[in-house]
């Protein structure tokens, strides 16, 4: 009987385990989690308002909970963990789905000053993830940056415009709520360094900043102007011109003089963090223009933006787990149809799928293929794979191996913690946002 571990818990490997006892009606899969919660970024990354993508969990849920099943939390593979070539002797197959676990750098003066932060580390905060630290992001504050135009930005965008009334009801932590309740920014600039028509960022994401209440999105008709795709959408793909359309509609609009205002900015690269008395200041930009071939050139005019907090999102990349491959310059492991490449030669028993297949890019619905390519590949290599002999239950070995995983009761005890301290708050199910916590639920469960 063949023996799967499935390292990640997210979309991609929760689809993957899916699709390995959908298509094999033996297999026994384990999903490996680093973190004593399941659903990777749909727990961690998924903005807490975003209640419909957020119930996706359901689905996944039904995933872990599948007889064939197990989920093992607070297992660390690689370093200070199970190393990647223990896990190959546990398992007939080891599938990689650890997404891209960072984020990009801008490699420009002033980006780690004080008040500079990724996206990816605000996200952690209001997302109550337990290596978060509890910073004081909003210290200050009054007017925000936002450097990128995909969907993160648009999210953190829109998490920072929002009043207490609209967080309160979220499994937001307490005190990331208490502090964005208390915010006193007014002004967020999202900022791209290329044209409307070449944002990431997509147009359901982007309508909802302007149904904000309390906020007035502005967009200067002079700066989308500049955008051939935009004076001409009828070449662009449906996508983006939706976006155009919209964008459009903002600049249009005449001011409401509501409280907050986003402003949503174009063909302009940052070139340096300004400090103020020890923290960023401003953002100065170069003013860019089309270079005819879908990129941008520096003109050399600037602009600064003024900005207490600047949240840099500039997407995802992956990082290297001890023991695979690693293509630094995309950031992936290196794989053919979901089978790793060990010097361009398959390694029988690793497997990949998700961001750290193919990278950071695609909605969730984007890991289902993804996995099955894998899953494909898999089962098609099982008949070899399930000679080889296994030690029995690796659960049982990992247990002597001094690893006790938190096991879906575990997380069913964490469930109930969260769903009590809300209730104590006087709101619905409220995260809880430190290893100490969570562990301390999770060992509570009464089995
Ligand atoms: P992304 O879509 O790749 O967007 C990154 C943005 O950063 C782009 O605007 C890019 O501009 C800009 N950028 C990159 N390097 C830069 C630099 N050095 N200086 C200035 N700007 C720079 O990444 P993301 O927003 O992190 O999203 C990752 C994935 O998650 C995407 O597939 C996204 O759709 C998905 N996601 C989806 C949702 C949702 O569906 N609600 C929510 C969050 C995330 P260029 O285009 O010029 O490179």
Request: charged share 25%; net charge negative.
């Amino acid at each position: 009987m063949l023996r799967v571990a499935v390292i990640g818990s997210g979309p991609s490997g929760c689809y993957t385990a899916q699709s390995l006892v959908q298509q094999d009606s033996e297999v026994l899969v384990d999903v490996l989690d680093r973190l004593p919660c399941p659903y990777g970024l749909v727990r961690y990354g998924v903005a807490p308002d975003h209640e419909k993508i957020k119930s996706l969990q359901n689905n996944l849920r039904t995933v872990l909970e599948h007889e064939r099943v197990r989920f093992f939390g607070g297992v660390q593979v690689g370093p200070g963990g199970v190393p990647a070539t223990r896990l190959r002797e546990l398992y007939h197959a080891v599938v990689y789905c650890v997404g891209a676990a960072t984020d990009r750098r801008l490699g420009i003066p002033g980006e780690d000053l004080p008040g500079s932060w990724s996206a990816t580390e605000f996200v952690s905060w209001y997302s109550a993830h337990p290596d978060s630290a509890p910073e004081r992001f909003l210290l200050g504050a009054r007017s925000a940056v936002v450097i990128g135009v995909g969907n993160v930005a648009v999210d953190v965008t829109r998490m920072l415009a929002r009043g207490p009334a609209e967080l309160s009801p979220t499994d937001m932590p307490q005190a990331a709520l208490t502090s964005l309740a208390a915010s006193r920014v007014t002004q967020i600039h999202m900022v791209g360094r290329r044209g409307a028509s070449q944002a990431r960022f997509t147009t359901k994401e982007l309508r909802e900043l302007g149904a904000l209440p309390d906020t007035e999105v502005a967009v200067d008709p002079e700066e989308l102007a500049l955008d051939p795709g935009y004076l001409d959408p009828s070449g662009l793909p449906a996508a983006q011109r939706r976006n155009v359309e919209v964008l459009r509609g903002w600049a249009e609009a005449p001011a409401k003089g509501a409280p907050r205002r986003i402003r949503v900015r174009f063909f302009l690269r940052p070139v340096e963090l300004l400090a103020d008395a020890g923290r960023v200041g401003a953002v100065r930009f170069e003013r860019t223009a089309p270079d005819g071939r879908g990129g941008v050139r520096g003109t050399g005019r600037f602009e600064d933006i003024e900005a207490q907090l600047v949240l840099r999102s500039v997407g995802y990349r992956g990082v290297p787990l001890e023991g695979l491959p690693f293509d630094p310059a995309t950031g992936t492991v290196p794989h053919q149809a979901g089978r790793v490449l060990r010097d361009g030669v398959i390694s029988p028993g690793e497997y990949v799928a998700g961001w750290i297949k193919r990278g950071p890019t695609g909605v969730i619905g984007t890991n289902r293929p993804c996995a099955k390519e894998t899953v494909t590949s898999l089962l098609e290599d099982a008949p070899v794979l399930v000679h080889e002999e296994l030690p029995g239950d690796p659960l049982t070995a990992l247990r002597a191996e001094g690893i006790e995983p938190v096991e879906w009761a575990g997380w069913q005890a964490i469930e109930r913690a969260e769903a009590e301290l809300g209730a104590s708050l006087g709101r619905g199910v409220v995260k809880l946002p430190d290893w100490e916590s969570l562990l301390s639920a999770a060992r509570s469960d009464a089995s």
